[in-house]
Structures are given as structure tokens and as C-alpha cells.
């Protein structure tokens, strides 16, 4: 289970939750779930990225609960949910499926929002039943389909067989992260963020990705350079928003333009000027008021009076 670093103060530091729960997934994993804000309220489900956790959404989370119930968990292996054995595709949409049947009352609908890893668990589940009772409408930010490390540009280097292979090495490191020392934000402000990220962004995401055991980095990492979900894509059948930084070097602006292209129902496409991969922390008011939208315009809200 990932050690606790995030900052304790601050637009990052977490919320308190109204209530936590575990989930329980198919295989068994316990997934860790914080629930904020009013009970009733329009409902919002977060998946967070490799490396990351409940953590990751503290800006949107602080913003949203005062009047939608915010429903956020640890991807198994990270935060609070310990590690399991299984890592795959299918144990993410598994999971997901666990934490919506977990939270959501039958026929309640939410809208759930993945950044990175987090949309490829939205893509892997598109397909499976509680999704499709749940879902609707989508947020993806920052993320892709397939061909995640032959697209990245983390290697400043022409694209082919040398740059895949040593994003692929550099990607899939065993090495542990260390402390989060000057050297070590620089780095992961390269490799993550946007040039202009301002230095407390950069502090909540060091201390977020340093948390997160090695063993766990390393197992996702595998399994996300060999992920294809473009057959999610297609079966991702509910309105769906894509936001995109145009300083991704994880997942770049081409692979949200071709999941636009592919999706049956994208409501738009946004390509944030000089943003990183981390949109929710680099620009936590566009992310949070995308959701927002989505559930204005795609959750019916049933008030006491006309139930």
C-alpha cells in the first residue's frame, strides 16, 4: 500500500471525506472509496492515473462536493487500497464496476471522470454492464487507447524503434523515486508537467508520484505499455469530453484527437495551451468545470417536491 505524502495544505492538500467504504472487486481486491459532499446530490465518480491516487483530485474534489456527492478511489496497488497480484485491464474495469455497484443506488447515474490510467479504466469497463447503467456522460483527460509509449515524447528524439525503446526503458523502471528532492520535481516537471507549472503544483505532484511503491510503478507500467483499448473506445456509447494539454508528453495531443475521432458520442475536444499531463493539477478549474457541465447537461436532477 502506497505511503501517504501528499501536502497538507493548500488547493492540494485532500478534503476530509463525509464517509469512506471499501469496495470489493471481483478477484477480491479491497478498494479504498472516499465519498464527499451531500447525500442526493448529483453524483461524480474520479479515477485517478498511474502512480497517483484519491489525492490527485483534491482541487476538484474541494470545488464540486459543496453540491454534487464526489465519489473518488485508489486504483488497486495505490493510496489506500493494497496491491494485488492482478494487474490488467480487465482487473481496472473490474474495479470500477465494484465501486460504482458500491456507491450508486440501482438506475442512478453518474458522471465518472479518468485522467490517464483512469480513462483507460472508463475504456476497458465502456463494455460491462453496471458501466452502462451508471454512466452518463464521460470525462477523459490525459490519456489514450493504445500505443501509449511508441506515442510519448518523454525522449526528445525523432519517433521509431530507438525512442520506443528507450521511453519503454526509462517508462518501466524498477528503480525506486527517492525523496522528493529539487532534482527529483524537476524531473517529473519534464516529464509530466507543463514549462509554466507553478512550484506548488509541481510539489503536489512529486509528493503524490513518490508515494507510490515501486513494485506497484513498475507492474502498471507494464501493463500500460502493452494496453489497446481502442475496441473501449468504440463501445464508449454515453456523451463523452476530451481535454488534452498541448505539453503532454505521456500522452500527447494525437491521442486524444484520435479518440475524439473514434468516440460515438464526443461532446468536444480541448488542447490546453502549454499544459502538461497533469491536467487536474495544472488547470484545476477547466477539469472541475468540464464535470460540472457534463452533469448539468446529461444528470436529470429529481427534486423532493416532483418525486
Known amino acids: 500500500m502506497s505511503r501517504l505524502l501528499h ?16 469496495a470489493v472487486s471481483a478477484d477480491g481486491a479491497r478498494l479504498h472509496v472516499e465519498i464527499h459532499g451531500p447525500d442526493g446530490a448529483p453524483a461524480v465518480v474520479l479515477a485517478h492515473g498511474w502512480t497517483c491516487s484519491t489525492a490527485f483530485w483534491a482541487a476538484q474534489i474541494r470545488e464540486l462536493a459543496a453540491d454534487h456527492r464526489v465519489i473518488a478511489y485508489d486504483q488497486r496497488g495505490h493510496g489506500r487500497s493494497p496491491a494485488s497480484p492482478a494487474c490488467s485491464a480487465e482487473a481496472l474495469a473490474d474495479d470500477l464496476e465494484a465501486v460504482l455497484e458500491a ?10 471522470a479518468g485522467h490517464s490510467m483512469g480513462g483507460m479504466t472508463v475504456m476497458a469497463a465502456s463494455g460491462r454492464a453496471a458501466f452502462r447503467a451508471h ?11 493504445s500505443r501509449l509509449v511508441a506515442a510519448s515524447t518523454v525522449v526528445p528524439i525523432r519517433a521509431g524503434r530507438l525512442r520506443t525503446w ?4 526509462i517508462l518501466g523502471s524498477r528503480a525506486p523515486l527517492g525523496p522528493v528532492t529539487p532534482l527529483a520535481r524537476r524531473i517529473l516537471k519534464y516529464g509530466t508537467m507543463g514549462a509554466g507549472s507553478a512550484p ?5 505532484c512529486s509528493r503524490i508520484v513518490h508515494a507510490c511503491p ?17 475496441h473501449g473506445v468504440r463501445e464508449l456509447r454515453v ?6 494539454g498541448t505539453a503532454d508528453r505521456l500522452t500527447p495531443p494525437p491521442q486524444a484527437r484520435a479518440l475524439a475521432a473514434a468516440l460515438p458520442q464526443c461532446t468536444g475536444i480541448v488542447e490546453l495551451p502549454g499544459i502538461g499531463h497533469m491536467t487536474p493539477i495544472e488547470a484545476p478549474g477547466l477539469v472541475g468545470g468540464t464535470i460540472r457541465e457534463l452533469v448539468q447537461a446529461h444528470i436529470q436532477v429529481v427534486s423532493e417536491e416532483s418525486a
Open 103 to 112: 456507491t450508486l443506488t440501482p438506475g442512478e447515474q453518474a458522471v465518472i
Open 239 to 244: 456523451p463523452t469530453a476530451v481535454v488534452v
Open 135 to 145: 454512466a452518463a456522460a464521460v470525462l477523459l483527460c490525459s490519456t489514450g487507447s
Open 214 to 230: 515501486r513494485k506497484v510503478r513498475y507492474s502498471w507500467s507494464q501493463v500500460l505499455d502493452l494496453l489497446d483499448l481502442d
Open 166 to 169: 528507450l521511453t519503454r526503458r
Open 200 to 204: 506548488h503544483m509541481v510539489e503536489a
Open 7 to 22: 501536502v497538507d495544505s493548500g488547493p492540494y492538500a485532500p478534503p476530509a471525506p463525509a464517509r469512506e467504504l471499501t
